[in-house]
């Protein structure tokens, strides 16, 4: 299956600095990747829908100034937490799919995830 | 909307028993269905998925679903639990709409084999 890599796995930063992550699709092009976080033994939330070359589409009830998208190339998506608080602290988990293919291959592949703690 | 439900929380098993989690969907057209295994701190692995076709479906590592349209459901199912399966399942329901989807997540199934 196709690979996608999450950068950093793990990460601690102090309140109040911000947090780059990154997705990357490595053998294929992602038009779409998605940002999900996850709370212990819950399940994943979406946070928002990454389009190559346009804005992001938040969900509901999620701060766009605060979790800023970037997604500039058809392989790369960032996730950037903007003045990290302890409360941002959670495992957040990106995924990527092509969009186009055959239905055979319409699924979303997902990186290992990244850690992050605010201290 | 569509949503997923996963009603058993935690699920505990003896190695080499059989298994099975449940998850039932809600979705006005016919969905596509995933179940994904997370082992701690990684992320998510595709077990199987269903979009069309045979409703028995195989996947990797000896699991299998059947999706049943009648109950809502696409439960997942292995013969025999190794000890290696302990891990956290999401069953995952995504709703197309011309061609692309945004799969939701149910809330997941811990699953904790004996040996």
């Known amino acids: 299956g196709a690979v996608v890599s999450q950068h950093p796995s793990w990460v601690i930063c102090k309140s109040g600095t911000s947090v780059k992550i990154e997705c990357r699709s490595l053998?294929?092009?992602?038009?779409?990747m998605f940002w999900y976080r996850q709370f212990p033994k819950q399940s994943l939330m979406l946070m928002a829908t990454?389009?190559?070359?346009?804005?992001?589409?938040?969900e509901q009830g999620v701060e766009k100034d605060k979790f800023l998208i970037n997604h500039a190339s058809l392989t790369l998506s960032t996730l950037t937490v903007t003045s990290a608080h302890p409360e941002d602290s959670s495992f957040y988990i990106c995924?990527?799919?092509?969009?186009?293919?055959?239905?055979?291959?319409?699924?979303?592949?997902f990186g290992q995830g990244t850690r992050l703690t605010v201290v | 909307a569509q949503s997923v439900t996963q009603p058993d929380i935690h699920i505990t098993v003896s190695e080499g028993a059989s298994l099975e989690l449940r998850c039932n969907y809600s979705?006005?057209?016919?969905?596509?269905l995933f179940w994904y295994v997370q082992s701690p701190g990684q992320g998510l692995q595709l077990l199987l998925k269903?979009?069309?076709?045979?409703?028995l479906v195989q996947g990797i590592k000896g699991f299998e679903a059947e999706f049943k349209r009648s109950q809502s459901s696409f439960n997942l199912r292995k013969p025999s639990v190794h000890w290696s399966d302990a891990a956290e399942y999401f069953c995952?329901?995504?709703?197309?709409?011309?061609?692309?989807?945004?799969?939701?997540f149910g809330r997941g199934t811990s699953l904790i084999v004996h040996p």
């Open positions: 995924s990527a799919r092509v969009t186009g293919v055959a239905e055979g291959r319409r699924e979303a592949f």
């Open positions: 053998d294929f092009q992602a038009t779409t």
């Open positions: 990454s389009n190559e070359g346009s804005k992001a589409t938040y």
């Open positions: 979705y006005g057209a016919t969905p596509y």
């Open positions: 269903y979009f069309s076709g045979d409703t």
């Open positions: 995952a329901v995504g709703a197309a709409s011309g061609g692309s989807y945004i799969p939701t």
